[in-house]
């Protein structure tokens, strides 16, 4: 369960349907070009917010598939709905994912108690391993110490995916829990991340510079900082580039100048210019 994660993206044809062919291609391409330990399937990154039950049931089939039993999986199952994480919870477990994730619940405020309670129904419903997604920017739900603790305490609850710029918690998190999985999930501050000692990364840039996140990760385990650092800065050249022209458009045109048929994203995302795709595949030439 440890190392470098793709967040992984699923190409949508014009009209919104899954591209099987294309999905299949960014699995290999995460597996044989990044070379990653594996893939987080559904989350913020797949569009998971965007699409059908059915639409994502029939991505994870396609993912594991696909990728077999080449890299670790980690399905996310988190839904405002919770019949729906449970049902995905159940279907995901069926299909041997190694590993679930749920996104916090989010729109309306629930207290930790019911945020624990989500947490915990899904998982007495699985045979499985729960990794908390806690994402504070786009959820509003930020937890402390003390309450990823409560979450811990269910054995089933393995770690979390933490995605904040909070090292200060992150510390304490690790100092507190030696024994939990905690991933970074921002890809720019990977370094600051490592250097605290986490498990691992799941991240979206990582579909098309997993390479280079696992220089950054396996150098700060090494103590080797400075040249880290000198990977974190090639790095964050291409994601400031990256998010500067579109976040998730602009890796999938990324992936489509990698020969990967990467679609595009789902509505309301609204599609590249003309001007931006061009300036995708400069990103692309200047970075990679
Ligand atoms: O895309 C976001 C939104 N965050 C991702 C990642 O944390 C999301 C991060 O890689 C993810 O793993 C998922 O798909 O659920 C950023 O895209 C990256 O650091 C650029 O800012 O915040």
């Known amino acids: 369960m440890k190392g470098i994660f793709t967040a992984l993206m699923c190409s949508f044809d014009e009209e919104g349907k899954i591209n099987e062919k294309g999905l299949r291609e960014m699995v290999r391409n995460n597996i044989d070009v990044q070379k990653v330990d594996g893939l987080y399937v559904n989350g913020s990154t797949g569009e998971n917010f965007l699409i059908s039950t059915e639409d994502k049931k029939r991505i994870f089939e396609i993912v594991k598939d696909e990728a077999g039993d080449d890299v670790t999986l980690i399905a996310q199952v988190g839904s405002l709905n919770i019949d729906e994480a449970v049902d995905l919870a159940k279907f995901t477990t069926d299909l041997k994912y190694d590993a679930l994730s749920a996104v916090t619940p989010f729109y309306y405020k629930f207290d930790f108690d019911e945020i ?131 976040l998730y458009p602009t890796i999938k045109e990324i992936l489509k100048h990698e020969g990967v048929d990467a679609g595009v994203c789902r509505k309301p995302m609204k599609p590249l210019t003309e001007a931006k795709k061009a300036r995708a595949h400069d990103i692309a030439k200047k970075y990679l």
């Open 116 to 246: 624990k309670d989500y947490y915990n129904t899904i998982m007495a419903n699985v045979d499985n391993q729960m990794i908390v997604y806690s994402i504070p920017a786009l959820t509003g739900v930020s937890m402390n110490l003390e309450q990823f603790g409560e979450l811990f305490e269910n054995e089933k609850i393995i770690g979390v995916k933490f995605t904040a710029p909070d090292f200060f918690l992150l510390e304490r998190l690790r100092h507190a829990y030696p024994d939990k999985l905690l991933y970074s999930g921002f890809d720019e501050m990977l370094l600051s991340a490592s250097v605290l000692n986490v498990d691992g990364a799941i991240g979206s840039t990582f579909n098309v510079n997993g390479v280079r996140a696992r220089k950054i990760f396996e150098l700060a385990q090494a103590g080797a900082v400075e040249e880290a650092r000198a990977v974190q800065k090639e790095t964050n050249d291409l994601i400031a580039a990256i998010l500067d022209n579109g």
